[in-house]
């Protein structure tokens, strides 16, 4: 969304929309090790593309076996390092002043293969008031211990200093000039900075042909310091936590599992047993965005609180080929998370206001599957997945007091899919599914009011659809990637909600059946490519969504797109060793 202050917003199947910053409701990976807090609140500022080997996405009822906030997965996976030893420097440029340098090596030395990847974004913005720089690096070793043991260490980091924020824009602005910035941006000099530092760690065993080990463990700090443009009249209010917020969080976990393969009732089966735990340490701080009459600078102190989120969790699951051509697999987790506010900001005006609550869930899940031939699979399955708020919507109550909003409720959802998967040729396979959730006790916003948004529960929703697609070689050098999703995402229990700002109490009522916003009924992209990795390559993307609503009440949207994108590169052969790959591409 070309803002890289609030860093990126992803949606599956409907889940994650209506996040205001970063990724919520879908739970994300790096190498096995969690990039999102026990919260349920993520990022992927720190996923490093030059070192990566694959990304996986997992839609559907299968998800909710990662735990809270898992309404899809994404996991990537670094690129192993390769016999022979390669090293990769690239340079790109493009419009806005936006230029990426990177730098690559991956290679083995005794018993260590290694891959270490560094990166520099830098970027003008495509708005005023929206430049960034960005540092990404990223490390992974693996050590083969020997005896069928393996220890594989990841390292990461991400570094992005003063991130202007051109703040969102009214339609009336859009439609005037869509690169501007709103006033109070310069005014507030509105910015962020972040800054993460993560290490992990993963030991596989293997005992026998049937029995394994895995263990997995990480440490991480993250601090951001964020400057809103939050006006000062606002914060003479006792209450009011200051325009600038400031936390810093320490977060880590382990995980054991033990997986067990054997044969029962003459099919082979697979068992896994395994907890997990993780913790978020969070210092909030908050300042007053301004000194005397100077504006957008730290100012005095307003909140000072910890923010600890535990969750320790325990799950099974069983994958049983019990005919040759039916498989089930079984899935039970529990979690618990519990979040305890510690307040150190305490004035006769703004009482201790500490507190604690806890969540609970038992989320199952089944499925079966049914081979009717070696190129067709067909498939049902049953999920149970819940969510807690994250910080974000419990930092404040609806009443306006101080203190956190323990009284909100986890959403819960019931989630069905049926699909297919035919493969076509031996290089072509086309996928459908039909897919439902149903969640009750969906996140809403109750009230906003000076820059401040509380959150409420909302009754029932139902996101419901289909996909298609189709991914693989036409003939030899071409190579297609299609998709279609076609969804429904409504409100199927009316509520009240706020119209506009400042909004203390809501008064205006959303009916059963309105669309969520941020959700398009309609989406797909396609890619057509030509080439096999030296010489001339050519591809072509196309891309449409339509419209979604913006407000719950349905009263506006914002328009569908179509957009193609071209992309043409040559690779140079320079010896037997090094290359030279050129590259241009489009972007409409």
């Given at each position: 969304r070309q803002n890289y202050a609030q860093d990126e917003q992803i949606s599956i199947r409907g889940f994650g929309s209506r996040t205001t910053f970063g990724v919520r409701s879908i739970r994300v990976y790096m190498d096995g090790i969690p990039a999102t807090l026990p919260d349920g609140q993520g990022q992927v500022s720190a996923f490093n593309l030059d070192s990566a080997d694959r990304i996986e996405v997992l839609r559907g009822p299968f998800s909710v076996l990662y735990g809270n906030a898992a309404g899809g997965v994404i996991q990537l996976y670094t690129?192993?390092?390769?016999?022979?030893?390669?090293?990769?420097?690239?340079?790109?440029?493009?419009?806005?002043?936006?230029f990426r340098f990177m730098a690559d090596t991956?290679?083995?030395?005794?018993p260590v293969d290694y891959n270490v990847a560094a990166s520099e974004f830098l970027s003008g913005g495509y708005r005023a008031h929206s430049r960034v720089r960005r540092e990404s690096d990223n490390a992974k070793f693996g050590i083969d211990l020997g005896q069928q043991r393996k220890l594989t260490v990841v390292l990461n980091r991400i570094n992005q200093p003063d991130t202007q924020d051109p703040l969102g824009l009214t339609r009336a602005q859009m439609e005037q000039d869509p690169r501007q910035a709103t006033a109070v941006a310069a005014l507030y000099n509105t910015r962020k900075s972040a800054e993460q530092n993560q290490v992990g760690v993963i030991y596989d065993q293997t005992i026998s042909a049937s029995d394994q080990w895995r263990a997995m463990a990480y440490y991480g700090y993250r601090t951001i310091t964020q400057y809103l443009s939050i006006p000062t009249f606002v914060q003479k209010n006792p209450l009011q936590s200051g325009g600038v917020i400031s936390p810093a969080t320490n977060y880590g976990g382990a995980d054991l599992r033990w997986t067990h393969r054997g044969q029962l009732g003459g099919g082979a089966y697979e068992a896994v047993l395994g907890a997990s735990g993780d913790y978020q340490i969070q210092r909030r701080t908050g300042y007053e965005n301004f000194v005397g009459s100077t504006l957008g600078v730290k100012g005095a102190l307003r909140r000072n609180e910890h923010d600890n989120v535990n969750n320790v969790a325990e799950y099974a699951q069983f994958y049983w080929h019990f005919v040759p051509q039916w498989a089930l697999l079984l899935g039970l987790r529990h979690d618990t998370v519990r979040f305890t506010e510690h307040d150190f900001y305490i004035t006769p005006s703004n009482p201790d206001d500490s507190g604690h609550v806890s969540y609970s869930a038992t989320t199952p899940v089944v499925g079966l599957q049914y081979r009717a031939s070696d190129k067709l699979r067909v498939y049902a399955s049953y999920g149970r997945g819940f969510e807690t708020?994250?910080?974000?919507?419990?930092?404040?109550?609806?009443?306006?007091?101080?203190?956190?909003?323990?009284?909100?409720?986890?959403?819960?959802?019931?989630n069905y899919e049926l699909g297919a998967k035919w493969q076509a040729t031996r290089a072509l396979e086309f996928d459908a599914a039909l897919f439902r959730a149903d969640t009750r006790n969906e996140l809403a916003v109750a009230t906003n009011t000076n820059g401040r948004a509380t959150y409420r529960n909302a009754g029932h929703t139902r996101r419901e659809g289909v996909e298609l697609s189709a991914v693989g070689e036409l003939a030899p050098d071409w190579r297609l990637s299609v998709g279609y999703t076609h969804l429904r995402a409504r409100f199927e229990d009316g509520y009240l909600a706020c119209t506009g700002s400042p909004c203390t109490v809501p008064t205006t009522p959303v009916a059963a059946g309105s669309r969520i916003p941020g959700v398009p009924q309609d989406y797909g992209s396609l890619r057509l490519e030509h080439g096999n990795g030296t010489g001339w390559r050519e591809g072509?993307?196309?891309?449409?969504?339509?419209?979604?609503?913006?407000?719950d009440f349905n009263t506006d949207r914002a328009a569908g797109y179509a957009l193609v994108d071209l992309d043409a590169g040559y690779t140079f052969a320079l010896g037997e060793t090094t290359r030279l790959d050129l590259s241009v591409r489009i972007s409409n």
């Open positions: 690129a192993d390092g390769t016999p022979t030893p390669q090293t990769t420097l690239g340079v790109y440029g493009g419009s806005y002043d936006s991956r290679g083995t030395a005794g708020p994250t910080y974000n919507e419990l930092g404040y109550r609806t009443d306006g007091q101080a203190g956190l909003a323990f009284d909100l409720r986890p959403a819960r959802s019931n072509v993307t196309l891309s449409g969504v339509g419209s979604v609503m913006v407000n």
